[in-house]
Every structure is written in C-alpha cells, then in structure tokens.
C-alpha cells in the first residue's frame, strides 16, 4: 500500500501514539482525495501520512488539502513539511527513508522547535521605469550593441541596490531569527520582494503589530502579510543535502521522501498562533 506524506513531526505531541506501534488515525482529519489521514510511528518521530492511490492525479485542491493538514499538525507539534506529491510506495520504504535521515531529522526538528514562519510581501515601483530595458539581440554588433548591455547591467545593479536596501531595512524593524528573501520584477512595472522570517511563536502577535505600524509609515511601498506558517524555507534549507542525495537514488515513481517547502502554497491555510 502506498502512502502519501504530508510531514514529520513529534511522537510525544500526540498522546494517540503513546500505545501504539502500528498507524493510528487522526481524528476528524481528512488529507488528498478526501482519504484518511494517519500517524506512523517511527522511533521518537510520527509521520502524517494517508493511503494514496497511486494513479490518482493530484491538483490545485490536493495542494491545499495537503497545507491544510500539516497546518492542523503545526498546532500540536514542530513539524517538518514534505514536498507536496510525496508518495512512498509501501511501508518498508517508508520506514526505510526515515531510518535512513532520522538523526538529521530530529536535529532539524530540535532547531526549528518553537519556532514559525511569517510571510511578507513588498511592493516596490521600479527604480528604472524611466528608462525601460532594451532588448539586446544576439547577433548585435557594434557601439551600439555594447551601449546597450551597459546600460541594462546598470538598471540591474540599480533595482539590486533599491531590494537590498528594502530587505535590510526589513531585517532591522522586524529582527528575525533567519530569513529568506528572493525579489522578481513583475510585467506591470514594479518589484516584488517575498521575504520568508523565521521568528519564536511567542512573538506573532508582536510581528503583527510591528507589520502594522511599519505599513503606515513605509508608504512608498505596498506590503501584504501572512503566517504564522510552519517553517517552509528554513526546512528547505535544514535539508537541502539530504534531499539531493535521496532525489538521486529515489524511485522514479517516487517523491525523493525528504522535507521540503511547498511550491506556491504559503497563501493557501495559515496555521494559528
């Protein structure tokens, strides 16, 4: 039988487990394709997993059923997030993969314990709206051509500068205890920073309200915030060397079974403080 993973988490969080070596069903928890979902004990850890059919097709919904029920396990436990679409193909894989990763596993667990993600979205015009990028064609010659790339490497420096400046000034008013922060430029014209903070659970309510006061005085700039989520980023970059290992010698069948953020899901289901 094959299962489908959602994250790992604590064996002591869920009292359910105390007695028990075989999966136990989480109550009132429904995970991808309406199935139920289980908790397999594995040593001091508990996968949340279902049974999964292997030639069904996951979509859109599938994805935030998925962050819906690591969501529900975030309120009891440190959880590290599979990669959406991770499927073991039976339980000695399972069981094998864990095995294999349960020390990093637990260490990761032992990092992030007590700890949350918060999400910030910024809005940014565009520094060089001025002056629009020039395509440059590959078979161009001459002044011209090296005019060109010149000035497109300048706007470039320019629009790093102006996101560096912002991500800073984010690190300074908001004093995360990590971060992740990537910038893209959108058709319309403006930049947008997604900035991944890692802060202590505790602290939400005053993260929020440093958003707040920090939105109203930071007006050349529009901001969107979310969270608390579990800690997507940070367990991307706690695992990134397993999951290359364990994506190479993964079946191709198989999700490589090792932690990782969900792609485009933190808009999805936040988890509670």
């Known amino acids: ?144 051509y090296l005019s060109n790339l010149r000035e497109n490497a300048a706007r470039t420096r320019e629009r790093q500068t102006r996101a560096r400046a912002v991500s800073f000034q984010m690190h300074r008013l908001f004093l995360p205890l990590d971060e992740d922060v990537s910038c893209r430029l959108t058709e319309s014209g403006k930049m947008v920073l997604d900035v991944a903070h890692l802060i202590d659970r505790k602290y939400v309510e005053r993260y929020q309200n440093k958003f707040a006061s920090t939105s109203a005085m930071m007006r050349e700039c529009q901001m969107q915030v979310s969270g608390p989520w579990p800690p997507y980023h940070f367990v991307h970059r706690l695992t990134r060397g397993a999951h290359a290992q364990t994506a190479a010698t993964a079946p ?3 999700a490589a079974p090792v932690p990782a953020p969900m792609v485009n899901m933190p808009e999805a289901i936040p988890a509670m403080a």
């Open 1 to 144: 039988m094959a299962w489908y993973a959602y994250c790992i988490g604590e064996k002591l969080a869920f009292p359910e487990l105390a007695r028990h070596r075989k999966p136990v069903p989480m109550e009132s928890v429904v995970g991808v394709s309406g199935n139920q979902v289980f908790l397999y004990p594995a040593s001091d850890l508990a996968i949340v997993v279902s049974e999964h059919n292997p030639a069904e097709t996951l979509n859109q919904k599938s994805g935030v059923d998925h962050a819906r029920v690591i969501a529900d396990c975030f309120q009891h436990s440190t959880v590290l997030p599979f990669r959406f679409g991770t499927v073991f193909g039976d339980d000695e894989s399972l069981r094998k993969s864990i095995r294999s990763n349960q020390r990093q596993f637990q260490g990761n667990i032992d990092k992030l314990r007590g700890k949350t993600e918060m999400h910030l979205k910024i809005f940014v015009d565009d520094c060089c709206t001025h002056s629009l990028d020039k395509h440059v064609p590959a078979e161009g010659v001459g002044r011209e």
């Open 252 to 254: 191709a069948h198989t």
